[in-house]
T-cell receptor
């Protein structure tokens, strides 16, 4: 079966750095996505990785290792507004996009 | 430009009824996907349509169906509603087959009583 694993919850302090890990086992691979979802709102696209390595976009960076079936989302200079769920998603060989259950991040002052 | 529009926003139905949800993607987007989101299960994939063709289908019973029209608007239908169908149904559109990321609508919150 297809499986995407992320930690359920994480807590970090304002101004700090947090790394949210994602491991996946899917039928093939055609890209990995990270989305942010605030409570009561729709998910919004953060990043896309299809090749190994680090993609940086402002305070957010995403890393991919296809051989290890592993990705992480790195959030720097945490702000209170970063409190949200972070969803890892993988597009498989058949171009179906499968989501993990998400990681709820709590940023405390 | 207008985002992804889903109607209605909220819906209350009785067990056994059927329901139709609508999604208008961003202008120019030809790919539309549907997801069911529940607190315990996260986002579960329902269908993906591209240029009026269903390209992928998730592991949902046949009571869940969908279609896409020539203007890329999409509908999904759930027949013989069950209590467990209560969820947020999200529609997502993207520009073309090589998805770089979805734009999600605000969703339809369906409650089955």
């Amino acid at each position: 079966g297809q499986n995407i694993d992320q930690p359920t919850e994480m807590t970090a302090t304002e101004g700090a750095i947090v790394q949210i890990n994602c491991t996946y086992q899917t039928s093939g691979f055609n890209g990995l996505f990270w989305y942010q979802q605030h409570a009561g709102e729709a998910p919004t696209f953060l990043s896309y990785n299809v090749l190994d390595g680090l993609e940086e976009k402002g305070r957010f960076s995403s890393f991919l290792s296809r051989s290890k079936g592993y990705s992480y989302l790195l959030l720097k200079e945490l702000q209170m507004k970063d409190s949200a769920s972070y969803l890892c998603a993988v597009r498989d060989r058949g171009f179906k996009t499968i989501f993990g259950a998400g990681t709820r991040l709590f940023v405390k002052a | 430009k207008a985002g992804v529009t889903q109607t209605p926003r909220y819906l209350i139905k009785t067990r056994g009824q059927q329901v139709t949800l609508s999604c208008s993607p961003i202008s120019g987007h030809r790919s539309v996907s549907w997801y069911q989101q529940t607190p315990g299960q996260g986002l579960q994939f329902l269908f993906e349509y591209f240029s009026e063709t269903q390209r992928n289908k998730g592991n949902f019973p046949g009571r869940f169906s969908g279609r896409q029209f020539s203007n890329s608007r999409s509908e999904m239908n759930v027949s013989t509603l069950e209590l467990g169908d209560s969820a947020l149904y999200l529609c997502a559109s993207s520009l073309d087959e090589q998805v770089r990321g979805y734009t999600f609508g605000s969703g339809t919150r369906l409650t089955v009583v």
